[in-house]
């Protein structure tokens, strides 16, 4: 506000208003300039991120002023219980081994038998003996249930005889030389169908008998 405006105001009874006092910034507790101080007038307050006392925030102490652990309260282990866990977890571990070798062991073997079966099949080529006229049917126990192979009656004594056999091969079952059922024994003897011991019991087998006839439409 110019000077002349202002003396033509007053002139008029204006007033000219009075100066604001200077406002000064209050200190949070004492004398501006000092440090604050704690509760109640006590000590002054720690550093920034220090608790009550000055101890780092987060951190408890124990008994005796000693910092204590995240887990304060809970009792060390013993001796026994950490010996107790190191058996668990070699045992754990013994079984993780086992159960892996006895995987490694099971897919050798299932390797093993298709190269088995492969040579058999190789070694059968163009060897049974199945006749296309043969009219007998010879029963046999395979595999938990009752089998049967059509023979002719010469093949039916041979067969009984021992001096023929039956080999199962991809769910078929050929008439064979008994020498050359047992070249498969060697390769895969669970392919070994039938193969008449010659000094065996007669009741050992009860399907030997050439009279011993059973129905074609029985169902088994």
Avoid: C
């Avoid at 023979?151 to 041979?158: E, F, H, M, S």
């Amino acid at each position: 506000m110019s000077n002349s405006l202002r003396d033509q105001l007053m002139g008029l009874g204006f007033k000219a208003p009075a100066p604001e006092p200077r406002r000064e910034r209050p200190a949070r507790d004492g004398k501006p300039g000092e440090r604050p101080r704690g509760p109640a007038g006590g000590k002054p307050a720690g550093k920034p991120g220090e608790g009550r006392r000055g101890e780092p925030r987060g951190e408890r102490r124990g008994p005796g002023g000693k910092p204590a652990g995240r887990r304060e309260g809970r009792p060390p282990r013993s001796q026994e219980e950490i010996d107790l866990a190191k058996a668990y977890a070699i045992r754990a571990q013994r079984e993780k081994e086992e159960r892996i070798a006895a995987e490694k062991a099971k897919q050798e073997e299932a390797a093993r038998k298709r190269a088995a079966k492969a040579q058999v099949a190789e070694l059968l080529k163009d060897k049974a003996l199945n006749a296309a006229e043969a009219e007998h049917a010879r029963h046999f126990e395979y595999g938990g249930k009752i089998r049967r192979v059509y023979v002719t009656p010469d093949q039916l004594k041979a067969l009984n005889a021992g001096e023929l056999a039956v080999v199962q091969l991809d769910g078929r079952y050929l008439l064979v030389t008994a020498a050359l059922a047992d070249e498969v024994a060697a390769l895969l003897p669970s392919l070994v169908a039938l193969k008449v011991d010659p000094g065996a019991p007669a009741g050992d087998d009860p399907y030997a008998d050439p009279q011993y006839q059973i129905p074609d439409d029985l169902v088994w």
